[in-house]
């Protein structure tokens, strides 16, 4: 992940914030992936048409980027807000209640057995916790513990104060935690 | 830290998982979808005002204007 990081943010030194299409195949293969999850965490339908939507805006307004600040923050503050607006202009709840992907299908992409073996079942139970949450916390979550991201570049994205973050995150902990116990005590 | 472990290695499952996406060509897109603001005039257009213009006249303007008018708009449909 950390060399994956120095790649792309190595292009991005040497060949500055200029809109082309090697710099937005840089930028689409680093965060498709990650942004897509992002988005479907809001809005389960249309996903790939917004991430195309936003990955356009991205590419339109790369030179207006700034490189002291954070390229995770800006990127994800953009999909956010273009989610918001999404669900706005249509009318929709902003934090719509849709199943998520069943594990089964989830590790019927993984073609190693003893991977899928030791992880389902506590995959199944942090699915769970999840599941629970609403929205904005599972967006929180997946900031902080798959991007990694600090609390206050979380707030920027999700318009929200540092400290709230932290009490959402407190509460994300407490609620996946409860949901392991079980996992844990087997 | 065993819980950001736990975390860490679902998303990563789970991102790892979605289906794999081509990148799009933008140069080509981004020019679609943002049309030259500048707008060149073309000879046609001018004479598509000039003859509806002359056809407006000549309901409008009596007397020698009307056959001004008139004869303006047989000669410039007559192209």
Redesign the interface.
Known sequence: MHNQLETWQLYFQTQGFK?S?EA??VI??KY???L??FIQNMIRHHA?DL??EI??KV??NLDRFKPWYSFNTWIYTIARNHCINYLKKRKLDLHPVEKWETIEN??A??HNPEHQLL?QE??QH??VALQSLDCDLRQI??LR??EGMKCRDIAQIMEIPTGTVKSRLHHI?QT??KE?ESYDEA | MK??K?????????????QT?D?????Q??HA??PSKKRVVQWDDILGIIVTAAYILQFLIPTTWFSWGRCLSIFTLGF
Do not use: T
């Open positions: 809109p299409q937005f195949n689409w293969m498709y992936k990650p897509l999850y790939e991430l195309q990955m356009m590419y339109q989830i590790h992409h993984s992880n506590l995959h942090i699915d979550a997946f513990f798959y902990r996946i935690k392991l | 819980l950001n736990w975390l860490r290695r679902y998303y990563k499952d789970q991102i790892e998982s979605l996406l990148p799009p060509l933008v140069g897109r981004s979808q943002i």
